[in-house]
């Protein structure tokens, strides 16, 4: 088998982890009214268009109704808008990526749950805060190409938003040359956008949720599918926990493109299941979850797996089963998630499994204290995925997997990996 296209995921230095800004994000992300209590919470509001600037004003009136997250303030009793400091908008692992001719390296978030290639850009106002930020500049490349009338734009219910206009240019990916692959630079970018240490975004989920107008743009792995540029029409992810280097495991982390690395399943058996990209995720079947051995039947129960989403969301009546078994947990309404004491040790934490297609594959024990909640706890990793109709797996189960996004054969594979967890959680957010 021919070597695969490997991209380091490098950890971000200036990303602070937090669980309730974690959870925010991604209720924000998917829109997800939730059904535990706290103080977040979905609103239905009205919206039009207002004058020559296009500012998409939120008032009662005629217009689209669109959901919009809120908090509730607490001095107050009142909602108010949910904010760039409520939430986790920076990246916590970067990946380095060369775009143009000459080639400038920016560094990207690999994002699962999503479909554009968006860039911070000459093209942004001087008003947007760009400082130790690489710039595409389509001036300075002399392979990039304007998709006359191609637009994009990326917009969440709290008003968080970015767009732009369309080029085509030269992408490459840990060796892997992709020519003529439509990027999206930023003409406009909110602060939730703005703030983080990434250069932008690349999407690596399907092309039905791409949001370039009027036609969707291929994401990476496609375009290099048609190229005919893989050995074979996959990529995978090895999300490392830092604790992987301390537990004589392989702790690097990466993705590769075109092949396995075989080096990592060892005399593993892939299991795959196949995928359903209808809504343009990486959707399987996940009928069946276990808490140290106990099944927790989930018919019908799907899931996605996403880059994108540092957190596991599941369903409530799985979420509290995972937090029974925890000495001590409790629902903290103030951070709306499950926490634990920080007293509790990897040997008193359940072993939680979730299902890829038939196999159940277990959670890293670490990955169930994500961030100090305070008050000597943990902040949990699996949290609840409120009235969405879908688990979402990110990196929280993600990293106790070698995760395997087969684009050609539209299914997603898995091959356990060891559990890093060591025998204290001192210092756990993995």
């Known amino acids: 088998m021919a070597a695969p296209f490997r991209v380091a995921r490098i950890a971000n230095p200036h990303y602070e982890r937090s669980g309730v800004k974690s959870y925010v994000s991604a209720l924000n992300k998917y829109q997800?009214?939730?059904?535990?209590?706290?103080?977040?919470?979905?609103?239905?509001?009205?919206?039009?268009?207002?004058?020559?600037?296009?500012?998409?004003?939120?008032?009662?009136?005629?217009?689209?109704?669109?959901?919009?997250?809120?908090?509730?303030?607490?001095?107050?009793?009142?909602?108010?808008?949910?904010?760039?400091?409520?939430?986790?908008?920076?990246?916590?692992?970067?990946?380095?990526?060369?775009?143009?001719?000459?080639?400038?390296?920016?560094?990207?978030?690999?994002?699962?749950?999503?479909?554009?290639?968006?860039?911070?850009?000459?093209?942004?106002?001087?008003?947007?805060k760009t400082a130790g930020h690489t710039l595409y500049d389509p001036t300075q490349s002399s392979s990039g190409k304007a998709v006359k009338g191609a637009t994009w734009k990326i917009s969440y219910g709290d008003g968080s938003s970015a767009s732009g206009n369309v080029y085509t240019d030269t992408v490459t990916i840990g060796g892997l040359t992709i020519t003529g692959q439509e990027i999206e630079l930023a003409k406009t970018l909110s602060t939730e956008f703005a703030s983080g240490a990434g250069d932008g975004l690349l999407g690596l989920a399907w092309p039905s949720i791409n949001t370039v107008t009027p036609s969707p743009a291929l994401p990476p792995v496609q375009n290099a599918i048609s190229q005919k540029l893989l050995a074979s029409g996959l990529f995978t992810a090895h999300l490392a926990s830092y604790r992987d280097n301390a537990s004589g495991a392989d702790g690097t982390s990466f993705y590769t493109f075109g092949s396995i690395d075989t080096s990592i399943p060892g005399s593993s058996t892939?299991?795959?299941?196949?995928?359903?990209?209808?809504?343009?995720?990486?959707?399987?079947?996940?009928?069946?979850?276990?808490?140290?051995?106990?099944?927790?039947?989930?018919?019908?129960?799907?899931?996605?797996?996403?880059?994108?989403t540092t957190l596991a969301l599941v369903d409530d009546a799985t979420v509290e089963a995972i937090y029974k078994a925890i000495p001590g947990s409790s629902y903290n309404q103030t951070q709306q998630g499950y926490v634990f004491p920080q007293t509790v040790t990897p040997d008193q934490?359940?072993?939680?499994?979730?299902?890829?297609?038939?196999?159940?594959?277990?959670?890293?024990?670490?990955?169930?204290?994500?961030?100090?909640?305070?008050?000597?706890?943990?902040?949990?990793?699996?949290?609840?995925?409120?009235?969405?109709?879908?688990?979402?797996?990110?990196?929280?189960?993600?990293?106790?997997?070698?995760?395997?996004?087969?684009?050609?054969?539209?299914?997603?594979?898995?091959?356990?990996?060891?559990?890093?967890?060591?025998?204290?959680?001192?210092?756990?957010?993995?």
């Open 32 to 128: 997800i009214q939730p059904t535990k209590n706290g103080p977040y919470f979905l609103s239905t509001k009205v919206r039009r268009q207002q004058g020559k600037l296009g500012w998409l004003k939120l008032m009662i009136g005629k217009g689209d109704k669109v959901k919009v997250l809120q908090k509730k303030i607490q001095a107050t009793g009142k909602a108010g808008n949910v904010t760039a400091d409520d939430q986790q908008n920076d990246s916590e692992y970067l990946c380095p990526v060369e775009i143009g001719t000459p080639a400038k390296t920016f560094t990207l978030d690999f994002d699962t749950g999503s479909s554009d290639l968006w860039l911070f850009s000459s093209e942004l106002p001087a008003k947007t």
């Open 270 to 308: 892939p299991s795959y299941a196949p995928v359903d990209n209808s809504q343009g995720f990486w959707q399987f079947a996940s009928a069946t979850a276990s808490v140290n051995g106990t099944a927790l039947p989930r018919d019908g129960n799907t899931a996605i797996a996403d880059t994108g």
């Open 349 to 430: 934490l359940p072993v939680v499994k979730f299902a890829v297609g038939g196999v159940e594959f277990a959670v890293p024990k670490e990955a169930l204290a994500f961030a100090d909640g305070g008050d000597g706890t943990w902040y949990g990793g699996i949290q609840s995925r409120g009235d969405l109709g879908f688990d979402i797996l990110g990196d929280t189960f993600l990293k106790g997997i070698y995760a395997i996004f087969d684009v050609a054969n539209t299914r997603f594979g898995a091959v356990q990996r060891p559990d890093p967890t060591p025998a204290s959680l001192t210092g756990a957010g993995y």
